[in-house]
Nanobody, 124 residues
Framework: QVQLVESGGGLVQAGGSLRLSCAAS????????MGWFRQAPGKEREFVAA????????HYADSVKGRFTISRDNAKNLVYLQMNSLKPEDTAVYYC?????????????????WGQGTQVTVSS
């Protein structure tokens, strides 16, 4: 069982930056693929980024590639999402997710555990 708690969301102007953090409980954090998803009002949850167990493999949605960076610190049970050059269309609730299989995937239904989400609002 893994519990996930996101933090770091907030209000930022377009072009600004935020860093989201996701704290995970459990001793086996390093064996989980971790992902970030987001959901804007009236829209479906969408994939943002994912990272493999050891951080060797990462994958990004085309809409954030080159602007967002996912990373993890297995010693601290943390995963991060550095978001730069933010746009109003990045406004959403951002969710951290964990997958108990060694394969990075973009499909939300393949993740086993989810956090409660943190709001990111980008003003124009």
């Amino acid at each position: 069982q893994v519990q996930l708690v996101e933090s770091g969301g907030g209000l930022v102007q377009a072009g600004g930056s935020l860093r989201l953090s996701c704290a995970a409980s459990g001793r086996t954090f390093s064996s989980y693929v971790m992902g970030w998803f987001r959901q804007a009002p009236g829209k479906e949850r969408e994939f943002v980024a994912a990272i493999s167990w050891r951080g060797v493999t990462t994958h990004y949605a085309d809409s954030v590639k080159g602007r967002f960076t996912i990373s993890r610190d297995n010693a601290k049970n943390l995963v991060y999402l550095q978001m730069n050059s933010l746009k109003p269309e990045d406004t959403a609730v951002y969710y951290c997710a964990a997958r108990n299989k060694n394969k990075v995937t973009t499909a939300a239904h393949e993740y086993d555990y989810w956090g409660q989400g943190t709001q990111v609002t980008v003003s124009s």
